[in-house]
């Protein structure tokens, strides 16, 4: 065959082979917008559903923002599932499932061991005594809501999208389901804190307890609790008690830090693990200028496409009152979550309590208290797995040591006492003094709640089942032991509250919120910083007149007030004679020197100081807990700033007291130490950036929020995510922005005057790109945009009629 004619083959070839593609590729994409067309909501239009008793009227705006205009709230709860069901079917599914233990069947074999961890719960047989227990009111209205999810799934035209993608049918909603997503909270909440609690048995069984006590604080100077009582620095433990020159050296634990360093991730951003957190905070009418109250909440989580979160407004009439309700509402449940009644408006945080205790049962007793619970997990395309649980009355085993103790978790989370719909009484609250028992009547996940009325008043308190105990206790005790058992729960007069101080504001932010005896009510345990909490205080006492515009730079606050004294100390270090022993870091120090004080994007002097710190850090920590890990070679520093998130308080003492005997034995000295640091750093940027003035904040601080069914799709999937993109904002600052981690929505708002509020959500309100609302108010967020709290104009109209009223 001549040439010629081998090249015309490969050419007609290589067209028809480029033919192919484009048809397959056209095909499969046709097929894909077929399938998300056909699973959008209804927009327009009327519908007969079962069991509606009236109209109802669901006004959506530009944003996809629903406002239901309902004559009962039993036709509300079924237009919320309906909803639910339409826009967010598979989040709530994914939520069952996770606290159920049932990921692996939709998922495949990479869920195993979280759909593990969850039978260890037993969730869904807590979840149906939670809805047995439910009184006669509340359970109607879940009743009422399942049968509007199952309609508004039914009324599809096709099942949503992900289950296309992934092969999979959705089932249909039960009532138990919906505890099951309340329970999905408390494992996103608390699921891990018992882990925290089998590594400080670690510290304990390796360590001096002196030193442990050094290691681990309730609390730093940070520390701005509502009753201003602030703790005790705990001194460093002397030689006698603990000293590294006796210790293994540590040089292979330098290299290993210096090889983690290399990736970005690690290097620069895991100081500390992301917290479940938020902010929130209330100011009192007395400093307003409506002379009402002004409440302001930003809820930190995992970020994901959709969010979290789903807004709605909806009102009905009742006892010859229209009641009106605006904010935000969790798929899987028929509630309100934060928002406002215009009676009052409130917000959660976090609270970071104790709810949980680790109880060592002794080898010789354990086994015959021990019941073996054989759990059967389905998996996609796999043989299902048989996981055996140990469960004791006690609780689920989670480890056996050494000797053979067994470790047991009693948890709140484990009673079906944990979670109710209690927040169906909160809608009708209509003042801070009606509302706070009915928080503390409320019965999932523990959190701050912070609210406020027309009347000017605010008020804090908890949400949440809290043991009824003597003592809270953050280390494994006897299953026996009667000074720490818990008796049942408190009763609504017996929680912690605060109302009207003279300062005229309340705020948390998941730190330490009270002291001594109602210390041990919420528990001693691991707290945030209370960095994040002091800036917010600092800035509420100077405002005058506070109006939601400033709520919302509150929120946006990038000052990192917490790492300047980092930037003082590190320019001390840099001083004459350190850099004319290493002149190659002048560049560092010049950039160092003119940081602007703020964790903006664009910002090279933030990244230098914070990846100063965190090095430093790792290389001290490192030292003092060598032995720990070289004992448990699962373990690593890592733990420890997973363990803790007050590590800054014993940091900051070592780095100014330089203690001989805790510094890290691969180092002479302590400005050894921070050289090392230092010129790793140095080198790290230069090569990464091909010069240090070109690292940026934002190069490490990308934001990355992606569709858990986007990996499906190998080609396209990108297109169901959030473009990856470089944010300002932090950890330890109001503005708390990680990868995925950040603020799932932002509000702040006068009761009786919504008009004026402010509301951010990320993502924003449609599960499916075809949606003509998808990303609609993602921009506001991102950028710190003021928008409306309230629903806008209309422009989407349905209509829910009963099923007899068909023509």
């Not at 996809?64 to 826009?87: C, K, N, W, Y």
């Not at 069952?96 to 049932?102: D, H, I, L, T, V």
């Not at 180092?667 to 010069?691: C, I, K, M, R, V």
Request: hydrophobic fraction near 40%; proline fraction near 5%.
């Amino acid at each position: 065959m001549s040439i010629e004619r081998k090249h015309s083959t490969i050419k007609k070839a290589l067209l028809f082979s480029g033919l192919s593609t484009m048809v397959v590729t056209s095909c499969a994409s046709y097929w894909l917008w077929d399938r998300l067309n056909s699973a959008l909501p209804l927009l327009n239009g009327e519908v007969n559903l079962p069991h509606i008793e009236n109209e109802v009227v669901i006004d959506r705006d530009r944003s996809g923002v629903p406002s239901i205009i309902a004559q009962t709230r039993m036709d509300v709860s079924r237009a919320m599932g309906f909803l639910h069901a339409q826009e967010r079917f598979f989040q709530m599914d994914y939520l069952r499932r996770k606290a159920a233990g049932e990921l692996s069947a939709l998922f495949g074999e990479s869920f195993v061991s979280a759909d593990k961890e969850a039978r260890l719960h037993q969730f869904r047989k807590s979840a149906r005594q939670a809805y047995e227990s439910l009184d006669v009111r509340h359970k109607a209205l879940l009743d009422a809501y399942v049968e509007g999810v199952n309609a508004g799934l039914e009324k599809l035209d096709n099942t949503p999208f992900e289950y296309t993608l992934l092969q999979a049918s959705p089932n249909l909603w039960q009532a138990e389901d919906s505890f099951l997503v309340s329970f999905a909270m408390f494992m996103e909440m608390q699921g891990h804190d018992y882990r925290n609690t089998l590594y400080l048995n670690k510290l304990r069984q390796n360590l001096p307890q002196a030193l442990v006590d050094f290691l681990v604080p309730l609390g730093t100077s940070w520390d701005q609790p509502l009753d201003t009582q602030h703790l005790a620095a705990i001194s460093i433990p002397s030689a006698e008690v603990y000293s590294l020159k006796s210790a293994t050296d540590t040089n292979q634990d330098i290299l290993a830090l210096h090889e983690q360093a290399d990736s970005l991730y690690t290097m620069a951003l895991q100081d500390s693990p992301s917290v479940a957190g938020s902010n929130n905070w209330a100011v009192s009418g007395a400093n307003t200028k409506s002379g009402k109250a002004l409440v302001a909440n930003d809820m930190h989580l995992n970020l994901n496409v959709p969010n979290i979160w789903y807004r709605v407004g909806f009102s009905w009439h009742e006892a010859n009152e229209d009641r009106k309700l605006t904010g935000v509402s969790l798929p899987g449940l028929p509630l309100m979550i934060a928002g406002s009644n215009t009676h009052i408006a409130w917000g959660f945080t976090n609270s970071m309590g104790d709810w949980s205790d680790l109880l060592r049962i002794p080898a010789d007793r354990g086994e015959e208290l021990v019941t073996h619970v054989t759990q059967h997990i389905d998996v996609k395309d796999a043989e299902p797995v048989e996981y055996v649980v140990d469960i004791t009355p006690y609780g689920p085993v989670v480890e056996r040591e050494q000797n053979g103790d067994l470790l047991v978790l009693r948890w709140v989370a484990h009673s079906s006492s944990a979670v109710n719909l209690g927040l169906l009484e909160v809608e009708r609250a209509s003042s801070v003094d009606t509302a706070l028992p009915l928080f503390n009547n409320t019965h999932m996940t523990h959190l701050n709640v912070v609210v406020g009325d027309e009347q000017g008043n605010i008020g804090w308190t908890m949400l949440g089942a809290l043991p009824k105990r003597a003592h809270s206790v953050w280390a494994p005790i006897d299953y026996d032991n009667k000074e720490y058992d818990w008796s049942g729960y408190l009763t609504t007069d017996k929680y912690p509250k605060r109302v009207n101080p003279k300062s005229g504001f309340i705020f948390t932010a998941n730190a330490r919120v009270v002291s001594g005896d109602e210390l041990d009510i919420i528990g001693r345990e691991n707290y945030a910083l209370g960095a994040r909490a002091q800036q917010i205080h600092n800035g509420l006492r100077v405002m005058h007149e506070p109006s939601e515009a400033q709520m919302l730079r509150t929120q946006l606050d990038s000052r990192a007030i917490f790492l300047q004294r980092w930037q003082y100390l590190l320019l001390s270090i840099m001083n004459e004679e350190f850099m004319a022993k290493y002149p190659e870091l002048a560049e560092y120090r010049k950039i160092v020197n003119n940081w602007n004080g703020k964790a903006l994007k664009d910002s090279t002097g933030y990244l230098l100081v914070r990846a100063f710190r965190t090095q430093v850090a790792r290389r001290v920590f490192s030292g003092i807990l060598s032995g720990v890990n070289e004992s448990n070679p699962d373990l690593n520093v890592f733990d420890y700033f997973s363990l803790t998130s007050q590590w800054e308080g014993p940091l900051w003492k070592l780095v100014n007291e330089h203690p001989d005997h805790l510094l890290n034995t691969h180092f002479e000295s302590w400005q050894a130490l921070y050289a090392d640091a230092l010129t790793f750093l140095n080198d790290h940027f230069n090569n990464t950036h091909g010069s240090i003035a070109n690292a940026k904040w934002g190069d490490y601080n990308k934001v990355a929020i992606s569709h858990p069914v986007a990996g499906a799709l190998p080609l396209i999937g990108r297109f169901f995510n959030i473009p990856e993109y470089g944010a300002d904002g932090d950890i330890n600052m109001p503005l708390v922005q990680e990868q995925s981690f950040g603020a799932s929505m932002r509000m702040g708002v006068t009761p009786g005057e919504e008009q004026s509020g402010f509301f951010h959500m990320p993502v924003g309100q449609a599960s499916n790109p075809m949606s003509p609302y998808w990303m609609a108010g993602h921009d506001d967020w991102q950028k710190g945009v003021f928008s409306p709290f309230l629903p806008q104009e209309t422009v989407y109209s349905l209509k829910l009629l009963p099923a007899e009223s068909k023509e």
